[in-house]
């Protein structure tokens, strides 16, 4: 068996035999006796305790953010929920070892945080959020709503589970993850925050159901079981189970009595495992909870809350609950600190043999003669009246629940009264065997008053003969102890000179025989008092002869002296009956109380036996005469003054009506408006919700909604908000409900994500298959669509051979890069060549990755048409070809001649086609004509001379 599989009182033994004593129980066995390991001496014998269990209820509403005026010594922020977790950090530090932790907040949660915290934070309810009465987030799941009684609130979120000490756990435990939630580190959004509602019932019935069974998350995970083992794992019923609920305000979920109840349930507790376990609940008043807070307190078992303003205050308070719940153990029959031992380093007495208080096997007796005992305690006398312990046999004092813890010391008896170190132990003994002081010296040789003398006072000198007289002892040395004289002994006076009843005789018991010269043990002398007292009367008198005048005397109800004759004391009746008193020798009546005018409440105010008749204000004009108001009259009914007859005013609703006569028309507050948190409505149609004249359905896809909340989803999707419209009631005004995605950068469908799943266009082909573009997908970038994987066209055109602009056409559109001269044969025309009809073309783009020059008009051969056609300034003019026309064929054949040759000769073959129209060929070539034989005249004189 390993160390952690040993039973938990194994743990603390070190030596084999105390080890042996480990496995037995640790609960008395049925003869009540304590476990032989408890009755040690040695504190490493016993088991080690059952820690406190400690749930931190922590307040996680919105009034937690409100500022606290001093820093904390943590640096955190200084607002209620900086110096609560500072403070939380500072306690844990402190008392981890000691007892074990657990937290829990309000029903909400918070998410989107980074390590900077609440920056960019949203908060979110748990999922199933019932809403409340007051308020809507964070008061949790409520299945099962009672009205006056919610029992089924679960308005916890437990953040950090309790450990067993029972299982072995990590060195530190869950100390890491506690200091988590209060290091002012918001990574990963752990950290306690400031949002939401107060559901403090909802959070006390979340702390029973986790104690007594298990705590499942709503979502249902986590789900967290209750800490308390079985007996056979070594759990004790003892085991100190706390809730310490810090809370800055009151109730707004549910109804104060609710919280209340709940922690009564608690403290009630519960049956577990064959055991019964109570959970006590603390309360600190950390803002404005007030009455409440200590009357969660009080009926949690705790008496009141404690408050607190800061870190300080709210540490002190923090450490005053968990150092109560850390019992040391002490020795009043109890075990205090819980590891299964009564009274352990204790010693444990009897008291017999000696006077003592009888409790005759009565618990409750025993507990009145401790009680009395303690009492008796004072400065002058520590050791306290010994005669009040309780008498304690040997038997008892074996017992965990009777043996007695107060010395009741010895008496020197030759008994062992106490069970403690021996018979007559610390007295003062003598002789030989010792022996207690004898009450007179006899004569036998030894110390029989133990006064160190042997013998003295003439003992062994004989008996010397005296008087006899009532003294118990044998006077007259004749063996019998007050044998009377003749005369007998006299009649003495006894008690108390008044009353006479007190007044009494004593006469000398019978005689006795006794050794000659001794006294007789008991019986002896004279005997009791033959007064008589009675039972004590208030007369100034001691009736009962105590020594004390009107002592003890029993009170009965009495009507007070300033009441009048025949009022009714019934339980209805206002008025109450004192108790009568023993004041200055008379019998006085105190307490009680009178009438008083009778008014409507349920109560016989002036003790006629008739409860609220003629109340006072019955039958008075009431109500309020203003339109639509009408007056009435006073009557009680019930416990009420109830204005009777009269019409409004009303509570103020939406309905275009003056309902409460005040002269304003459905101005707030409006006794139908909704409740707090529950103003919102969605416009889609349907049966789900409804708000009076209102009926809607929140969404329920692509994330579900609440009635009144957005719930999962995200902006920009609003719920809307209920306004009053008058007449026509309420109305929805400014909802936005999910739509289908669309690519513009907006969450239509509020799931939290932009611009995400199906969405128009979205996947379709773009772009185009012409020139060198290709066509591409459609895809949705930054709320644009983008046409992805497609080649654009790349204007403008260029001469390449492509069509770049994928218009279809193969580099149209391309612009003149200038002018170009024309091409000709610069040997057969040389010179300047750029007279009309020659012109300069154009550069264009020859749809083949070239260009070409277009349009110009270069050098012709000259020919008879009246144009300049090689483009020299000269037209028609003679000379050799191509610049003249030498060779040219007779436009106007037949006879065919050449220029140049003998006019009406028979030519050669014609060197250029004329090719000008026809008339105009005719015109020129007849004038032509007419001067052909001067020049042919001129040609031929040049040519012979």
């Known amino acids: 068996m390993t160390p952690h599989e040993l039973p938990l009182c194994c743990g603390s033994l070190a030596l084999a035999a105390a080890a042996a004593l480990a496995c037995t129980a640790l609960s008395p066995d049925a003869s009540g006796a304590e476990p032989p390991q408890c009755l040690s001496f040695v504190p490493s014998d016993w088991p080690s305790p059952a820690k406190p269990y400690i749930m931190i209820a922590f307040d996680t509403s919105g009034s937690m953010q409100n500022s606290v005026g001093p820093n904390n010594s943590c640096g955190y922020p200084n607002t209620r929920v900086g110096h609560g977790r500072c403070a939380v950090w500072n306690t844990v530090q402190a008392y981890a070892g000691l007892v074990n932790f657990g937290l829990a907040s309000f029903a909400r949660r918070m998410l989107n945080c980074d390590k900077k915290c609440y920056d960019g934070c949203a908060f979110q309810n748990l999922p199933n959020n019932a809403g409340g009465s007051g308020c809507n987030d964070g008061c949790g799941p409520e299945p099962n709503p009672v009205p006056q009684d919610s029992r089924t609130r679960a308005g916890a979120n437990i953040l950090v589970e309790l450990l067993s000490d029972l299982v072995a756990q990590p060195p530190q435990g869950n100390v890491p993850q506690l200091l988590s939630w209060v290091d002012n580190d918001c990574t990963s959004s752990v950290e306690l925050f400031a949002d939401g509602c107060t559901p403090l019932n909802g959070i006390l019935r979340d702390m029973y159901r986790y104690y007594a069974d298990k705590w499942a998350h709503p979502s249902n995970n986590p789900t967290y079981s209750s800490p308390l083992r079985t007996a056979n794992e070594g759990e004790r019923a003892c085991r100190s189970l706390n809730v310490i609920l810090v809370t800055d305000g009151g109730e707004t979920c549910d109804n104060g009595a609710d919280a209340i109840d709940a922690a009564a349930d608690l403290l009630a507790g519960f049956d577990k495992n064959g055991m019964h376990f109570s959970v006590k609940t603390f309360v600190i008043d950390f803002g404005n909870a007030g009455q409440l807070a200590d009357d ?17 205050s709210l540490s002190i308070a923090l450490s005053k609950i968990i150092t109560s719940a850390i019992q040391p153990e002490k020795c009043d029959n109890q075990d205090n600190n819980c590891n299964g031992c009564t009274d352990e380093g204790f010693v444990h007495y009897c008291n017999q043999g000696q006077d003592c208080c009888d409790w005759k096997g009565d618990g409750k007796l025993r507990q009145a003669c401790l009680d009395a005992y303690v009492a008796s305690i004072t400065q002058n006398n520590p050791a306290g009246d010994l005669k009040l312990l309780p008498c304690t046999t040997q038997q008892q004092r074996q017992g965990p629940s009777t043996w007695l813890c107060f010395d009741p010391r010895e008496s020197c008896d030759e008994l062992d009264n ?6 007559d132990e610390g007295l003062l003994k003598c002789g030989n065997p010792k022996h207690c002081p004898a009450l007179k010296e006899s004569c036998n040789g030894e110390d029989d008053d133990c006064d160190g003398n042997v013998d003295e006072d003439n003992v062994c000198a004989g008996c010397t003969p005296s008087s006899e007289v009532c003294d118990g002892c044998d006077n007259d040395c004749d063996g019998v102890a007050d044998n009377p004289p003749q005369n007998g002994f006299p009649t003495l006076s006894c008690g108390l000179q008044y009353p006479p009843n007190c007044q009494g005789t004593v006469t000398c018991q019978s005689p006795q025989p006794v050794e000659k010269g001794t006294c007789a043990k008991q019986n002896a002398g004279y005997g009791k008092c033959s ?3 009675q039972a004590e009367s208030c007369d100034g008198a001691d009736n009962d002869c105590n020594g004390a005048a009107d002592d003890g005397i029993k009170s009965s109800p009495c009507e007070p002296p300033n009441n009048p004759p025949n009022l009714d004391y019934g339980p209805q009746s206002q008025c109450k009956l004192g108790q009568s008193a023993c004041v200055g020798s008379q019998t006085v009546c105190l307490g009680g109380a009178g009438p008083s005018t009778e008014v409507c409440d349920g109560i016989d105010n002036d003790c006629n036996g008739k409860i609220d008749d003629n109340a006072f204000a019955v039958g008075t004009p009431c109500g309020v005469n203003k339109a639509p108001c009408t007056p009435g009259k006073l009557a009680c009914v019930g416990v009420d003054l109830v204005c009777q007859g009269s019409f409004g005013p009303n509570p103020e609703v939406c309905d275009g009506v003056d309902n409460d006569c005040d002269g304003d028309v459905d101005e707030p507050p409006l006794a139908d408006a909704p409740k707090p948190g529950e103003s919102g409505c969605w416009s889609e149609p349907g049966q789900c919700c409804s708000h009076q004249n209102l009926k809607w359905c929140p969404p ?10 957005v719930g999962q989803l995200a902006p920009p999707c609003n719920k809307g908000t209920l306004a009053c419209a008058g007449k026509q009631g309420w109305e929805c005004q400014g909802p936005k409900t999910p739509a289908p995605e669309s690519c513009d950068g907006i969450d239509n469908d509020c799931n939290g994500k932009i611009d995400d799943g199906p969405m128009p266009k979205v996947g379709e082909k773009c772009g185009s298959n012409a020139g060198v573009c290709k066509e591409g997908t459609l895809t949705c970038a930054k709320g ?17 051979g492509l069509d770049d ?10 612009p003149s890069l200038g002018s170009c001269p024309p091409a000709y044969d610069k040997k057969l025309y040389p010179g300047d060549r750029d007279n009309a009809p020659c012109q300069a073309g154009t550069l264009e783009c ?8 277009k349009g110009g008009v270069g050098p012709q051969p000259e020919t008879c048409d009246g144009v300049d056609n090689d483009c020299d300034g000269k037209i028609d003019e003679a000379g050799a070809p191509p610049d003249g026309l030498d060779g040219s064929s007779n436009p106007l054949p037949p006879p065919e001649a050449k220029l140049g040759e003998k006019c009406g000769e028979q030519g050669t073959t014609a060197t250029a086609t004329l090719t000008r129209p ?8 007849a004038a032509r004509a007419k001067a052909a034989p001067r020049r042919l005249t001129d040609a031929s004189a040049r040519a012979s001379a």
């Open 784 to 800: 644009v669509l983008d046409c992805d994987g497609d080649v654009p066209p790349d204007p403008p055109e260029k001469c390449n």
């Open 846 to 853: 020859d749809g083949k990755n070239g260009m070409v020059c």
């Open 805 to 814: 602009d994928c218009d279809g056409e193969v580099d149209n559109g391309i």
């Open 418 to 423: 106490n069970c403690e170190q021996g018979v």
């Open 700 to 709: 329920t896809q692509p994330l579900p909604a609440t009635c009144h909340d």
């Open 531 to 533: 007064n008589k007292p």
């Open 296 to 312: 969660i307190a009080f009926q949690g078992g705790t008496v009141e809350a404690q408050t607190a303003t800061d870190e300080v």
């Open 918 to 925: 026809r008339a105009r060929t005719a015109r020129l070539c």
